[in-house]
């Protein structure tokens, strides 16, 4: 079947910056529908994550040893052996793995970590038993999926290997074995539960169906993918292995509340108030997946990945809550909006923090404005750390890994205690 050019488009990342750029003029000019705008506040938000970043790499060789936003380093939290002791006592010393034999094992967990890494909320917890640690939020959700990957949990434990995802075995994944690794109970839930396990029993069934390019049923077999479609120096471009990755995931995402063309499933797209209901495209848990296999890909695959830059910020929380929290955007005050307020107060039984479903406009806008004010940003930092056009100059990705991200997290915890969001999600477990 030939999908339309319209919604080839719609599944592209070029389509993410591109289709959110009107809403740069709309900022600058102080239009947007659902927010007030004061850039002269950006100045604050500059030299925030300018401290932020200093914090942890307080000299300019230290700034290229900022990784890519990725995954990888949530594995980490709390001990930064964690995940490579396990690449090389288990996969290396003990099963005598190739680095192309590792990078699929790592994709195979990359790819259920990442899925299962929407928002938990302000109140689920993971106590990782071996060390007593307590973890939440993103990073709880990679030690989580960590700890049931190594147990074998999305494993058939065929040939006695459990460190593999494999597409039979997600498909009938059950509540009970997801449950059990995220340690849910009655004092313990987590955000979109339902939606979570959906997700993996989803992805189960569409690597079960794919033969062409996921030939023995696991996420890993990418590898082999991008092999037959690289150059003879490695080199793949970022379109390659994004388009891959929509069509593993396009047939996993919820259809209830979603936005559909000519009944396309077109995923995490949505009609933007500011530009007369035309669609934008976000693709932030793609996005997030494929900045976080750049690492295996590039140092166990081999590969280099051409065009990154293609790729966006994430238009997820951290980010966006770091403009409200400098009032660099700030909640227009109207009827909709304090009944969001409202709702925040009577269902979450929240202090004045507003909720919107994912499909809101006001969730919509938000994450367009993230989208170009991280771009506006990058530049201001670079030219204000004096880094501009020199070696030491900060990538979009390094940006958000030391810079926006971990600020948007520091200023949410000083100024609620729950450390959560100045706008809250009412989520399905697939979004944010």
């Known amino acids: 079947m030939t999908i339309p050019e319209e919604i080839k488009y719609l599944y592209s990342i070029k389509s993410v910056r591109e289709t959110n750029l009107s809403t740069l003029e709309l900022i ?32 300019n060789d230290s700034l290229l040893t900022i990784p890519i936003h990725g995954r990888f380093q949530h594995f980490n939290k709390g001990n930064e052996n964690r995940l490579p002791d396990l690449i090389n006592n288990e996969f290396k010393k003990k099963m005598g793995l190739n680095d192309e034999e590792i990078c699929k094992k790592l994709i195979d967990l990359f790819v259920i970590s990442v899925l299962l890494d929407a928002g938990a ?3 689920w917890k993971y106590i990782e038993k071996e060390s007593g640690l307590l973890f939440n939020r993103s990073e709880g959700i990679a030690i989580a999926t960590f700890h049931m990957f190594i147990n074998g949990v999305f494993s058939n434990n065929e040939n006695g290997d459990k460190y593999r995802v ?20 009655e004092m313990n839930l987590i955000n979109g539960f339902e939606g979570r396990l959906k997700l993996l029993n989803k992805l189960g069934e569409t690597l079960v169906n794919d033969d062409e390019i996921f030939k023995s049923n696991r996420p890993g077999d990418l590898v082999d993918y991008l092999n037959l479609h690289c150059d003879e120096g490695k080199n793949i471009e970022i379109e390659i292995l994004w388009d891959v990755l929509m069509k593993l995931l396009i047939p996993i995402w919820p259809t209830e509340g979603r ?23 976000f693709h932030k848990l793609t996005q997030w997946l494929t900045y976080s296999l750049f690492k295996p890909l590039i140092e166990f695959g081999k590969f280099k ?18 403009f409200i929290d400098f009032n660099v955007i700030s909640l ?70 030391a810079g926006s991200w971990k600020s948007g997290r520091i200023i949410a915890s000083e100024l609620r205690s729950n450390g959560g969001p100045p706008i809250e999600l009412l989520g399905d477990g697939t979004v944010f």
């Not at 102080?30 to 307080?58: A, G, M, Q, R």
């Open 305 to 322: 990945i051409l065009n990154s830059q293609y790729m966006t910020g994430l238009p997820e929380y951290r980010n966006g809550g770091l």
């Open 332 to 401: 227009k005050d109207n009827e909709h909006n304090q009944n969001g307020i409202k709702l925040g107060n009577q269902i979450l039984g929240l202090n004045n923090i507003p909720v919107f479903k994912p499909d809101d406009d006001v969730i919509i806008e938000w994450r367009s404005i993230t989208i170009n004010l991280l771009d506006y940003l990058l530049p201001i930092i670079n030219e204000k750390m004096g880094i501009k056009g020199s070696k030491y100059e900060l990538s979009l990705p390094q940006l958000i890994e």
């Open 259 to 281: 936005t559909k063309i000519d009944n396309y499933l077109i995923g995490d797209a949505w009609p933007l108030k500011n530009k007369n209901d035309k669609i934008v495209t």
């Open 121 to 123: 909320g302000n109140n």
């Open 166 to 185: 494999d597409g039979n075995k997600l498909s009938k994944l059950t509540g009970k074995e997801l449950s059990d690794g995220l340690q849910i109970s």
């Open 28 to 59: 600058k000019n102080n239009k947007l529908i659902n927010f007030n705008v004061n850039l002269n506040n950006i100045d604050n938000v500059v030299n925030f994550v300018i401290e932020t970043i200093k914090s942890t790499y307080p000299t």
